[in-house]
């Protein structure tokens, strides 16, 4: 029986110094790639394709919805309702450090790398990249579409600081399930999450907690 604890409590042990090994690799990683990843942003932010240039009430409402805490976590974020398991930063994270990302153990690499980032860019540029990479769904055209500039051309034919409420908040909708909501067609699910999003920033309702990034808190009825 103690042979068998020991082997188990050893066996944990070597689980616990594996996972914090994987971990401190992801934060490396995301240190190093922090490097060219921030060239690029300043390359964007130079093209007015930055953060700022949403404006800043466009840029309030992508905030509010995806990722609310943003300008104070550090790259994580347990706490926040409506924030989810996935910051902006995290999000980032799974299309940079992964070829292809499996949930599961990869989540602590997806945290560390973000962990990284946060430390080696700034939010200005972290947001950047973030508009940069977004999936966005299909086009008028039928093409997929990644980036948020790029999905307002294509909408609407205009940079997204020149589209209206509306129609932003249509685009951020889109955002949570790009390869199931339709953007320019009949869609009564994204028509749905539009009119959450919007109860949401008019402040008659509120997520239920951090894993509702789904804002059933803000579904029809619910106030």
């Not at 690799?25 to 060219?36: C, E, K, N």
């Not at 602590?108 to 508009?131: D, H, S």
């Not at 390869?179 to 949401?200: M, N, V, W």
């Amino acid at each position: 029986m103690r042979k068998a604890l020991r082997f188990i409590g050893g066996l944990l042990l070597l689980c616990l110094l594996a996972s914090v090994v994987y971990g401190w690799i992801g934060y490396r990683d995301g240190l190093r790639d922090a490097v060219p990843l921030a060239q690029r942003a300043d390359e964007l932010i130079a093209l007015g394709q930055g953060d700022s240039d949403l404006g800043l009430d466009h840029r309030a409402i992508l905030i509010a919805v995806e990722d609310p805490a943003f300008y104070t976590h550090v790259g994580f974020d347990f706490t926040t309702p409506g924030a989810g398991i996935t910051t902006i930063t995290q999000s980032l994270s799974k299309r940079q450090a992964f070829d292809e990302f499996i949930p599961g153990y990869r989540k602590l690499r997806q945290t560390t790398y973000a962990i990284g980032l946060e430390k080696g860019l700034t939010k200005p540029q972290i947001l950047t990249l973030f508009l940069e990479t977004v999936s966005m769904g299909r086009g008028p055209d039928g093409n997929w579409i990644t980036g948020l500039f790029a999905a307002s051309e294509a909408h609407y034919g205009l940079p997204p600081q020149q589209i209206s409420k509306d129609q932003f908040i249509a685009l951020v909708a889109v955002m949570i399930a790009p390869r199931d909501l339709a953007l320019g067609k009949s869609d009564a699910g994204l028509q749905d999450r539009i009119g959450r999003i919007a109860r949401l920033l008019a402040g008659t309702c509120a997520p239920l907690s951090n894993r509702d990034v789904g804002l059933d808190g803000c579904a029809e009825g619910t106030q």
